[in-house]
């Protein structure tokens, strides 16, 4: 297949673009920034504010995956911006040009707008797409992790030191890189349509305090999880902003969303079992992950 990628220089998309280059299908990918040569890439310079680029990217391919999207943003326009009205654009170019196929990735997030600006962002997207192109597939991944991740470099790196500081009590789904890149493909390739809830299929997801322990594991120590009240978290982050900026991880519309006691996947949303089901168990993945983190001299 010729596969349409946005987002493909980011976490997610390197390695679906690594992943679908193995499957033998021939990738075209949007980027904003000159990217080196890569055999069996072809590189469209652009972004999801430039409709030429868009409609370049999508023209002969046989399925888009949108992966781009703003994770964070110091205000409502800036995620309005990456997953409201960016997303519109990708999916009116891949209508405008009739690709056959469009995946749309998505957050779990999205589940409940009302906590987070950045889920009503999600939830709008979504909603974005499914008006331009009924039969696409929309995923929300969980907390996503693996080898390239930086978001939660910073969490293995206070298990190394013994305490994990985490949101207040609650359950949460996750899924390793690799196997939500493995279904965006088998997505693209299929004719599966709706949304869809992917994780490891741990039951029941994790526990903060049991996710913790398996971070010291996977580091090789004995840690001390500690709760934080919702009210601390919000504070913590509002003290993060004020002293980072734009470079602070914890914001206030993150540690909104944290707070929320139930990011488990739902088990009726997950794909079906013919098309997809996750290769890599979350102990062994986070293990892996660590290790990479080594060899990279981030831990």
Known sequence: ???????????????LIDRAL???????????R?????EGVEWIAGALDTPDALRDLATGAEAVVHVAGVVNAPDKAGFVAGNVTGTQAVAAAAKAVGVPRFVHVSSLSAREPALSTYG?????GEAAVLAAIPGAAVVRPPAIYGPGDMEMLELFRLARKGVVPLPPPGRFSTIHVDDLADLLLALAAND????????????MGWSHVDFARALGRAVGRRV???STPRALLMLSARIARAVQGDRAKLT?????????PDWVVRADRRPPPALWRPAIATEPGLAATAEWYRAAGLL
């Open 22 to 32: 193995v499957a033998g299908h021939r990738v075209r990918a949007l980027t904003r």
């Open 1 to 15: 297949m010729i596969l349409a990628i946005t987002g493909g220089t980011g976490f997610v998309g390197k390695r």
């Open 192 to 203: 599966a349509c709706g949304m869809f809830e992917a994780d490891d299929e741990a039951p």
């Open 120 to 124: 009503w962002s999600k939830a709008e």
């Open 252 to 260: 206030p519309d993150r540690a909104a969303y944290f707070s929320h």
């Open 224 to 226: 001390v999880p500690i």
């Open 34 to 38: 000159p990217q080196a040569a890569r």
